[in-house]
């Protein structure tokens, strides 16, 4: 049995954050159903990535979506608003991740939603909380990444500020959402007491860089200042870094530049004896690591520095990784279908349970696939 079966969540949301988090509470054995806006639903079926197209939908919305149902009603229609009422009285979370005011304006917000259900757990997602003079600006994860300063941790210093290649701040945000809910049930569990969750977008990628901000904050307010060569963090020092070799690539993370020099058989990393200057001169040092790292093959380089412990590792493309035995050791790949459709391959929960990995071959639902079905076991006619 998994953790959260028998638990039912409401998921008024769109695109990725809080869809992301409705995914994960569904891994871990919760009845997750959209809301959906009859015909067109979320927004993110539409929302294609590479062009990939399932079934005449997004393959984004299928990898997000998955193992949910979905009920389909207009919000602004007075007799459907009431059978979603009649759901909120039943369940036991309720997410949304709209615009500040849009629940608000549905009769939907918090205070309303307790008055029908005292014991629910409601979880909101924005994109950058529900005050200030950002209020209503777009949640979108380019934007907030820009916001929030990451962008200049990333990549050489003579490079533009340079964004992630994933909506982390989407993801980061679901993850928080979910700790946020998990908290709260726990709490409901011991006092019956429901509760507000609340996270935005920035906020969650303020954190995910607490480590380096702090530094910032602490450090006489210091801009980060990147790598000119081989950038990988902004506040570490030598070796750190991914680096060409003669047929491909290596990583090296923290270690001594000594032992590195006498690992690697590079005398002129002998000069740098102190290891304060592995962060002061820290370019020096990767032009030279450079250099010398592209005069042998990966694997050989490999063989000299991980039979020394040393940090480090290949780096490899998906298709290498995918075909490695380590990769398929994990078992983190899963096929799931919906209904009518074709095998679709995906990832599947990172999380154990009893050393048993969660898996479920439940795709994603169409617009209000589930609506009839629901209505009848919840106790009223949908209008």
């Known amino acids: 049995m998994r953790p959260l079966e028998g638990t039912v969540v409401l998921e008024f949301c769109q695109f990725l954050s ?26 993110c079926r539409q929302l294609y990535i590479g062009n990939l197209d399932y079934n005449g939908e997004s393959a984004l919305f299928q990898t997000i979506n998955r193992n949910k149902e979905s009920y389909s009603a207009d919000l602004k229609h007075p007799g459907q608003l009431q059978g979603i009422k009649r759901l909120i009285g039943q369940a036991d979370v309720l997410i949304e991740n709209f615009r500040p005011g849009t629940m608000e304006k549905l009769g939907l917000d918090y205070e309303s939603v307790k008055s029908i259900n005292p014991r629910i757990v409601y979880a ?38 340079l964004p ?19 908290a709260c049930l726990v709490r409901r569990g011991r006092s019956g007491e429901g509760g507000l969750v609340e996270v935005s977008l920035l906020e969650s990628l303020l954190d995910f860089q607490f480590e380096v901000f702090t530094t910032y904050l602490n450090d006489g307010g210091r ?21 060409e070799t003669q047929d491909g690539y290596i990583a090296l993370a923290m270690g001594s530049v000594l032992k590195l020099g006498e690992l690697l058989g590079c005398r002129e990393l002998s000069a740098f004896a102190d290891p304060k200057e592995w962060f ?97 076991e919840f106790g009223f006619t949908p209008s």
């Open 18 to 43: 809080g869809p992301s988090a409705g995914l994960r509470l569904a891994d871990l054995g919760a009845r997750v159903i959209k809301i959906e806006r009859p015909d067109t639903g979320d927004l």
């Open 280 to 376: 002061a001169r820290r370019d020096e040092i990767k032009t030279i690591l450079a250099a010398h790292l592209r005069s042998r093959p990966t694997r050989e380089w490999l063989a000299l520095l991980e039979s020394a412990d040393y940090w480090c590792s290949d780096v490899l493309t998906w298709e290498q990784l995918t075909e490695h035995e380590a990769f398929k050791a994990l078992d983190m790949l899963q096929v799931t279908r919906a209904s009518g459709g074709t095998a679709f391959k995906t990832t599947c929960c990172p999380i154990r349970m009893n050393g048993i990995r969660l898996k479920s071959p439940k795709g994603a639902p169409r617009v209000g696939e589930d609506s009839r079905k629901i209505a009848a």
């Open 223 to 243: 801009p980060p200042q990147r790598s000119s060569i081989n950038g990988a963090h902004a506040y570490l020092g030598a070796p750190y870094g991914i680096y």
């Open 164 to 182: 992630f290649g994933l909506a982390v701040a989407d993801m980061l945000a679901g993850a928080h959402l979910v700790q946020g809910i998990l």
């Open 124 to 161: 909101s997602v924005t994109g950058y909380g529900k005050e200030g003079p950002w209020r209503d600006k777009p949640g979108q994860d380019l934007l907030v990444q820009s916001l929030s300063g990451l962008v200049w941790l990333n990549g050489d210093s003579d490079q533009p500020p």
